[in-house]
């Protein structure tokens, strides 16, 4: 296998693209014919927005990197992974904006930063007792969940909340993570730590059912895949764990007024994806509630800065004649047969995402022309389909495309300021202090709502 970026230096990539090899490839690979489209994006006016929009923004968001570390064995690498989350105060973004130009200094004190690191075993780290560093990944996984503790007042663990979505898991067993100790065994995991039942009598982690220690090269090269599915799990777990916490505080009826943004789609990938039902289905559990004391749905939305669909939203709102589909103000909720066609190919009956995704994707284009690919999750049973394209399925879906009218920051045109900010936070190596319910408590104070 080349080098990354080895071809580069001896051949230019357009010559790759038009040699012999790659054109036969093409011609045998399949073409989307623009005489056969029939699922054509139709752009509409969304939903009139709830008379009072959430005037507070928590939002969510995560980063990983890998670094090479000196310890005696070479291309020995730690994962460096941090999520951090932002409380931003929407009333007085208002009042701010309201005196344009804005002070920087003034901006920041809308913002509430908090956020939590953590150093994970790469290629040829092995910690403790153990005898592989995939073993000491494993174990750092568990760690990981096990001491976040998200607020300094609240002492539930994120692993509490691991643990109360492990009770949705579908049971099944995995191939015990000690192959390379010569045991064959499938093993049960279980919520809390057990041990395989070979000889070696090692401990078997509630955190090894993610699998995502399957993804985890011990001897060679990056495992920035392992490390990304770990944030990606990380983000998603904290945003269940809050809404548990509103719920112990007794502040659901609260939730009118905050708004919930994540960064990247409202799925889990990979080996981890079995969390997806089960986080679709504690979300459901507490939306019950939440439109019990509110009368309405949970505020919760995930972003996408890149990928598949955000590259078709840009290539569809440009047309031949030089204009676009989409005016300002205007969405597209994409269904499943509209996705097989135009997105993703695929020929399968089984739904896009059937197994990885919570929420559904749309297109916006927000009131100052951003682009934005958003998802929003699916709250109630008649939610939870790409059937249709009905917006008032969604009774929050106005308040969420009013939001993005509001959030999308001049700064950087298609994201949002509080993902922007949070991952700002997010990429300093510097530990915040852990709490963010601290802060939402005081502003939900301040607020009075
Ligand atoms: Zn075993």
């Given at each position: 296998m080349p080098y990354e970026g080895e071809y580069s230096h001896y051949q230019p990539l357009k010559r790759i693209v038009e040699s012999e090899r790659v054109q036969q490839l093409l011609r045998r690979s399949r073409v989307l014919d623009s005489s056969t489209i029939t699922q054509q994006a139709t752009p509409q006016t969304p939903p009139i927005a709830d008379s009072t929009l959430p005037s507070l923004v928590l939002a969510i968001d995560g980063s990983h990197a890998e670094v090479d570390v000196r310890n005696g064995y070479p291309g020995a690498k730690i994962g460096y992974c941090s999520v951090a989350s932002v409380v931003l105060n929407l009333t007085e973004v208002e009042r701010l904006d309201s005196k344009r130009p804005v002070n920087p200094i003034n901006f920041r004190q809308t913002e509430d930063p908090s956020s939590d690191a953590s150093a994970l075993p790469g290629c040829n780290v092995i910690t403790r007792d153990h005898l592989s560093a995939k073993d000491s990944f494993r174990e750092a996984v568990f760690e990981l969940f096990h001491d976040a503790i998200v607020d300094e007042e609240d002492n539930t663990r994120l692993l509490a909340t691991y643990q109360a979505l492990f009770a949705f898991k579908p049971a099944g067993t995995i191939s015990c993570p000690y192959a390379h100790l010569g045991c064959d065994r499938q093993v049960t995991i279980t919520a809390n730590l057990s041990t395989c039942s070979c000889e070696h009598r090692k401990p078997l982690f509630p955190t090894d059912a993610l699998r995502i220690h399957e993804r985890f090269n011990d001897d060679s090269g990056s495992n920035g895949e392992a490390f990304g599915y770990v944030m990606s799990v990380w983000e998603r777990l904290l945003l269940i764990h809050l809404l548990r916490c509103f719920e112990q505080r007794n502040w659901l009826d609260r939730l009118n007024n905050i708004a919930f943004f994540l960064d990247g789609p409202l799925a889990i990938f990979g080996p981890p994806a079995w969390l997806s039902a089960a986080i679709s289905r504690e979300l459901q559990r507490l939306n019950m509630v939440v439109r019990e004391k509110t009368g309405n749905d949970m505020t919760i939305v995930g972003i996408e800065k890149s990928g598949n669909f955000v590259a078709h939203f840009d290539e569809i709102d440009k047309l031949e004649d030089g204009g676009q589909l989409f005016q300002p103000r205007t969405y597209y909720m994409p269904t499943d047969s509209y996705i097989k066609q135009r997105?993703?190919?695929?020929?399968?009956?089984?739904?896009?995402?059937?197994?990885?995704?919570?929420?559904?994707?749309?297109?916006?284009?927000?009131?100052?022309?951003?682009?934005?690919?958003?998802?929003?999750?699916?709250?109630?049973?008649?939610?939870?389909?790409?059937?249709?394209?009905?917006?008032?399925?969604?009774?929050?879906?106005?308040?969420?495309?009013?939001?993005?009218?509001?959030?999308?920051?001049?700064?950087?045109?298609?994201?949002?300021?509080?993902?922007?900010?949070?991952?700002?936070?997010?990429?300093?190596?510097?530990?915040?202090?852990q709490k963010v319910l601290k802060q939402l408590a005081q502003a939900l104070m301040r607020e009075g709502g």
């Open positions: 997105v993703i190919f695929s020929d399968s009956i089984k739904r896009y995402g059937a197994d990885t995704y919570f929420g559904r994707k749309f297109f916006y284009k927000t009131k100052s022309g951003a682009h934005i690919v958003a998802s929003i999750p699916f709250l109630t049973p008649e939610q939870d389909s790409l059937l249709n394209d009905d917006p008032s399925l969604y009774p929050r879906f106005g308040t969420v495309c009013a939001l993005l009218d509001k959030l999308v920051t001049s700064r950087f045109p298609n994201a949002l300021s509080p993902i922007v900010s949070a991952h700002a936070h997010a990429s300093i190596p510097l530990h915040l202090g």
